[in-house]
Antibody
Framework: QVQLQESGPGLVKPSETLSLICTVS????????WSWFRQPAGKGPEWIGR???????NYNPSLKSRVTMSADTSKNQFSLKMRSVTAADTAVYYC??????????????WGQGTLVIVSS | DIVMTQSPDFLAVSLGERATINCKSS????????????LAWYQQKPGQPPKLLLY???TRESGVPDRFSGSGSGTDFTLTISSLQAEDVAVYYC?????????FGGGTKVEIK
C-alpha cells in the first residue's frame, strides 16, 4: 500500500521560499507521476505541478514562475520549492500520485497534507 | 483553463435519502475518440485529504460503495449518493482531467438533516 508524507516548515515569512518534501513508501517514485496540490481553507484543491518518472516537470501556468519540483530517487522523495511567497500562499499542501491506469490526471493516493502559513 | 462550477454549495439530506450534487465544466470534457468523459469525483472529510470516488465520470474506484454513482456527459455531471449514510458527511469535489492544469470545483458540503 502506497503512503505519502509531506514534511517541511509550517511557517514561512513573506518573500521567502517555501520548501516541502514528500516521502513515498510502498512503491518506487520511479514508477509513477507525482503532483503537488494546495488547498486554502474553504476552497477546492489547486494543482501546483507534477514531476514524472524521468524527472521531467510540468507546472500550473499561474505558479510556474515561482515553482520548482525535483526528485531524489535514492531517498524515494520528491520536493517542492515556491519562491517569493505571500499571505495568499497560505494553505494546506498535499502531495499525490497520479493514477497508474494511463496518462490521465486523476489522483488515487494522497498524503495527509501539511499546513503552511505565510506570516512575519 | 477549464473552470469547474459545483452546485449547491451546501446540501442537507436525511439519513437514507438521496443526495444529488451537480458539476458543470466551462468546456467540454468528453473526448470523442474514446467516448470518455475526463471527470473525477472526490470525497473529503475534515482534516483528511481528498479520496478518489469515481473517474471517467461514472467508474467507481476500488472499494467505493455502490451507493455512489456518477452520470452526465460533455459539460454537465452529477454525483448521486443513493441512500445517505452518516459516514458520507463530507465535502465532495469534481475534477476535470481533460486538459492541464487539472482543475477542481469549489466543493459541495453534505450534512445530515
Amino acid at each position: 500500500q502506497v503512503q505519502l508524507q509531506e514534511s517541511g516548515p509550517g511557517l514561512v515569512k513573506p518573500s521567502e521560499t517555501l520548501s516541502l518534501i514528500c516521502t513515498v513508501s510502498g512503491t518506487s517514485i520511479s514508477n509513477y507521476y507525482w503532483s503537488w496540490f494546495r488547498q486554502p481553507a474553504g476552497k477546492g484543491p489547486e494543482w501546483i505541478g507534477r514531476i514524472d518518472n524521468s524527472g521531467s516537470t510540468n507546472y500550473n501556468p499561474s505558479l510556474k514562475s515561482r515553482v520548482t519540483m525535483s526528485a531524489d530517487t535514492s531517498k524515494n522523495q520528491f520536493s517542492l520549492k515556491m519562491r517569493s511567497v505571500t499571505a495568499a500562499d497560505t494553505a494546506v499542501y498535499y502531495c499525490a500520485r497520479r493514477t497508474a491506469a494511463g496518462p490521465y490526471n486523476w489522483f488515487d493516493s494522497w498524503g495527509q497534507g501539511t499546513l503552511v502559513i505565510v506570516s512575519s | 483553463d477549464i473552470v469547474m462550477t459545483q452546485s449547491p454549495d451546501f446540501l442537507a439530506v436525511s439519513l437514507g435519502e438521496r443526495a444529488t450534487i451537480n458539476c458543470k465544466s466551462s468546456q467540454n470534457v468528453l473526448y470523442r475518440f474514446n467516448n470518455n468523459n475526463y471527470l473525477a469525483w472526490y470525497q473529503q472529510k475534515p482534516g483528511q485529504p481528498p479520496k478518489l470516488l469515481l473517474y471517467w465520470a461514472s467508474t467507481r474506484e476500488s472499494g467505493v460503495p455502490d451507493r455512489f454513482s456518477g452520470s452526465g456527459s460533455g459539460t454537465d455531471f452529477t454525483l448521486t449518493i443513493s441512500s445517505l449514510q452518516a459516514e458520507d458527511v463530507a465535502v465532495y469535489y469534481c475534477q476535470q482531467y481533460y486538459t492541464t492544469p487539472p482543475a477542481f470545483g469549489g466543493g459541495t458540503k453534505v450534512e445530515i438533516k
